[in-house]
């Protein structure tokens, strides 16, 4: 009997549900956080008197720090524990994201951002290595429906956002309210995490962290690992696509109103969280291999078809299938990069979230130097491209979540 079998038989069944409701907190609350500062950025603008360029700069502060602190969580995770370092983190981020509302200039305003990007990315890391840990207990996949309350927490805070700015509750106090709020959550969520270090779960990290690699081996790990890395670009073209640049398409390409216009981000969002809260059960009957295969040739056909025959219609029926193509994709590899032998516990799980978000950060001018060049059209075939990515390269994912 392998060692996370014998954990999971030894565990209380209500500890583990206790610990799966307490990281379950962490990955909603890690997206509330950000996503109730997002409708108050022009108030931030306003408050500092900054240029629309100004203000892009600092934000551009976030997505720096966490580049810049990804891959240092691999080693706080190993020293403090995930359970531990997702929930102090969570309510550092907290203050961070306060500070933001009471910065006085744009100095402090950037590092601010930076800080709280650095933040986000070591809470996403642990909150992920705890999950996954969680995962191994049950036996069964757990990761997808996280993900999926990451979305619904991010919906939330977009609401409690824009509700603050409509009533015209202070933006220090109503960021100051926040932060208390949901650090208690994160502190109590801390609590019903699984104790000790990371691996009593996991005999493959511990072996590998007993019994240095061989060079084989630790270059067989490396090569799963970039292609696990391009995989996730693929997910993150597929969502910044979405994101940035359904809007656009639809209104100057297909001339929607600016009301339809937003359609085809609510359409893909809408479809990834309810791939994501579904998933699980679907992962579970065919494995993580098939669905992401699957899933990379529904985005292709569903991107093709809107592209092939531009409508509105199309359009939005192309972005829900995009979004449900890709719903387990990244949730997959981080499962599959955390389980990679002959690397240091957590270290594949931070490259891999690394990576993810390099995607995220090269996709935006990719995309828009291909529309320069050609049209936004041509451009968003690069989603087309992404889904055949990821039918070819879900053959490196395991077909199972559970371990043999």
């Known amino acids: 009997m392998s060692t996370a079998e014998g954990t999971a038989v030894t565990l209380p069944a209500t500890r583990l549900r206790r610990a799966r409701l307490a990281v379950a907190a962490c990955f909603f609350t890690n997206a509330v ?3 109730n500062l997002v ?7 306003e408050q500092l008197g900054l240029s ?3 203000l892009g700069a600092a934000i551009a502060a976030f997505p720096l720090g966490a580049l810049l602190a990804g891959l240092a969580s691999a ?9 531990r ?3 102090v983190g969570l309510v550092l981020l907290a203050v961070a994201l306060w500070a933001v509302a009471v910065a006085p200039n744009w100095g402090l305003l950037a590092v601010a951002l930076f800080v709280a990007g650095a933040l986000d990315a070591v809470v996403d890391v642990a909150q992920n290595a705890q999950g996954l840990r969680v995962q191994r207990l049950y036996r069964r996949s757990i990761l997808n429906g996280l993900h999926g309350l990451w979305s619904v927490g991010a919906v939330a805070g977009g609401l409690l956002g824009s509700a603050a700015a409509g009533l015209s509750v202070p933006l ?3 960021l100051a309210v926040t932060a208390v709020v949901f650090s208690t959550l994160a502190l109590l969520s801390g609590r019903g995490m699984l104790p000790g270090r990371d691996d009593d779960e996991h005999p493959a990290a511990a072996t590998a962290d007993q019994a240095p690699a061989d060079g084989t081996a630790r270059r067989t790990a490396i090569w799963a690992l970039a292609a696990l890395g391009v995989l996730a670009a693929c997910g993150a073209f597929v969502e910044d696509a979405g994101a940035s640049w359904s809007a656009l398409y639809l209104r100057t390409e297909l001339a929607a109103g600016a009301a339809t216009a937003g359609l085809g981000f609510v359409a893909m969002s809408v479809a990834m969280t309810v791939g994501r809260l579904t998933g699980d059960r679907v992962v579970d009957r065919f494995g993580q291999r098939r669905v992401v295969r699957v899933g990379g040739a529904l ?6 078809l809107a592209l092939a025959v531009p409508s509105v219609a199309t359009t939005l029926i192309g972005f829900a299938l995009a979004g449900l193509g890709v719903a387990t994709l990244v949730p997959a590899v981080f499962h599959a990069a955390d389980e990679l032998p002959g690397l240091p516990r957590g270290l594949g799980l931070a490259v891999s979230n690394w990576l993810l978000r390099i995607g995220f950060l090269i996709s935006p001018p990719l995309i828009g130097a291909v529309a320069d060049a050609s049209s936004l059209r041509v451009a968003l075939s690069t989603v087309v491209l ?3 990515g990821a039918l070819v390269l879900g053959r490196v994912l395991r077909r199972s979540v559970v371990s043999r």
């Not at 409708?39 to 603008?45: D, I």
């Not at 995770?77 to 995930?82: A, K, N, V, Y």
Request: hydrophobic share 50%; aromatic share 6%; proline share 5%.
């Open 39 to 45: 409708p108050r950025f022009p108030e931030v603008k």
């Open 386 to 388: 992404a889904g055949l």
């Open 75 to 83: 080693a706080l995770i190993r020293r403090l524990g995930s359970g």
């Open 33 to 35: 956080l950000y996503a």
């Open 172 to 174: 220090a106090v109503h």
């Open 52 to 54: 629309n360029s100004a």
């Open 299 to 304: 985005t292709a056909a569903g991107m093709g």
């Open 85 to 87: 370092v997702a929930s």
